[in-house]
Nanobody, 123 residues
Framework: QVQLVESGGGLVQAGGSLRLSCAAS????????MGWFRQAPGKEREFVAA????????YYADSVKGRFTISRDSAKNTVYLQMNTLKPEDTAVYYC????????????????WGQGTQVTVSS
């Protein structure tokens, strides 16, 4: 059974940083795309960042470009999201996503999802 477990969320002041982790189990994702989405209250889930299996192709939403960095450790079957210069509008539940193959989608077309971790940025 595949599981994606996010951690690292919390409450931070504007301008602060957080590092999210997503540990996968049940299968290896070393040849698969992995990514992050977020959903703020009353809004639809939106794309944040994604990485190809090798990390050679990285994608970011315009709203986080220059502030967030996605990375992965294939040996640990884990993907990370380093979030710097956080803003109140970054407040959301952050979800990890993974695909069976090395395909990145800006939409919700991913095979596996985590349960989410709350990130709250106070002003």
């Amino acid at each position: 059974q595949v599981q994606l477990v996010e951690s690292g969320g919390g409450l931070v002041q504007a301008g602060g940083s957080l590092r999210l982790s997503c540990a996968a189990s049940g299968r290896t994702f070393s040849s698969s795309a992995m990514g992050w989405f977020r959903q703020a209250p009353g809004k639809e889930r939106e794309f944040v960042a994604a990485s190809s299996w090798s990390g050679g192709s990285i994608y970011y939403a315009d709203s986080v470009k220059g502030r967030f960095t996605i990375s992965r450790d294939s040996a640990k079957n884990t993907v990370y999201l380093q979030m710097n210069t956080l803003k109140p509008e970054d407040t959301a539940v952050y979800y990890c996503a993974a695909n069976r193959i090395n395909v990145v989608s800006y939409q919700n077309h991913w095979d596996y999802w985590g349960q989410g971790t709350q990130v709250t940025v106070s002003s």
